[in-house]
Each structure stands twice: as C-alpha cells, then as structure tokens.
C-alpha cells in the first residue's frame, strides 16, 4: 500500500477530526465508520469498502476489527459507532442485498460500496481522507515498531519501515520476528 504525499493532518487536528465523527449526527453514520476506520487504522478506502461484519469480532466486552493479524482492538466509543452502524447498514433493504455481509453493502448485488464513491461522498461532508490516513500511519509509528503495525494493519513491511524513518519514530532499531524464544 502506498501512502499519499499530502501533508498528513497533525495529531491535534486527527484527535478533533475523531471526535466530531463520534459525536456528528449531522454525518451520515456509514460516513462516520468509514472515516473512523481511516483515522485510526490507516486504512485505504479500497480495504475500508472490502470490510465485512464477520471481521468485526466481539470478545466478551472487548471489539476487535481484523485488518491483519492479530486483530486490532476498537476503543469503546468507536466500537459503540461501529456496532450500531452494523445494526443499521444502509442498502440492506433492497430485495439484492438483504444478506449481505459487507460492512458498507453497495446497491448492486451482493457488491460494497465503490471507493471512488465512498471518497466522493466523503469529501462532500469535508474529510480529508489522504491527510487523515497519512496522519493515523504515522501516529502508529510513533506508538509501535514498524513490523508490528505492518502486520496489525495490512501494510507491506517496506511501506511501514519508510514510514517510520521519515517519520523518525523511536522504534529504529526493533528487529522483527519472533521475540518469543
């Protein structure tokens, strides 16, 4: 995955952008999911529509979204957002997609939703998808080693180690593998 050259969002300017999206009524919940899985997790809005429910995992009390592996913990305001968003999927009651197990089902048949789309509509309510993902990679890099976040998230182990040497994250000298032994 490649990461947007766009000036990342600063980290006071992700948390502000999260919390309006926790709390925005006035934007349309798929939308609030959608941007919320960016922020956090640096995802694409090309893996963001190939979610499905079955990767959302409840664990007794705890959330998790399977982006890689391990799956990644949801905080609980966000994981109360993401369930209830489950809940009530828009394009479920089309007689095409009353099944349908995409986390953002699409109008035709047994498709999600298109990224160009989801980005079209994103951009309208003013969500700066490029600088929030560069933003969310970038945080991670400062909280975690770079094959640690490579493989939570889905991303190459290049992409994350780059990253992370621009970045000039504490984690430099982390080798990966297995630390278990």
Do not use: C
């Amino acid at each position: 995955m490649e990461i947007s050259r766009r000036p990342a969002l600063s980290e006071d300017e992700r948390l502000a952008t999260l919390g309006r999206l926790l709390t925005d009524t006035e934007v349309p919940m798929r939308l609030r999911v959608a941007q919320v899985i960016v922020l956090l997790y640096a995802q694409p809005l090309s893996r963001v529509v190939r979610l499905t429910i079955d990767g959302v995992i409840r664990d007794d009390d705890a959330v998790l979204l399977r982006l890689g592996e391990p799956p990644s913990p949801v905080p609980a305001p966000v994981a109360a957002l993401l369930l209830e968003h489950i809940t009530n999927r828009g394009n479920m009651d089309t007689p095409t997609n009353p099944a349908s197990r995409w986390l953002f089902p699409g109008r035709r048949t047994g498709q999600p939703l298109g990224p160009n789309h989801l980005s079209a509509l994103l951009n309208k309510v003013g969500i700066p998808i490029a600088a929030a993902r560069g933003a969310a990679i970038r945080q991670q890099l400062l909280e975690l080693p770079a094959p640690v976040v490579a493989d939570a998230l889905g991303y190459h182990d290049r992409t994350t180690s780059r990253l992370r040497n621009e970045t000039g994250g504490p984690w430099s000298r982390y080798a990966p593998g297995d630390h278990a032994r």
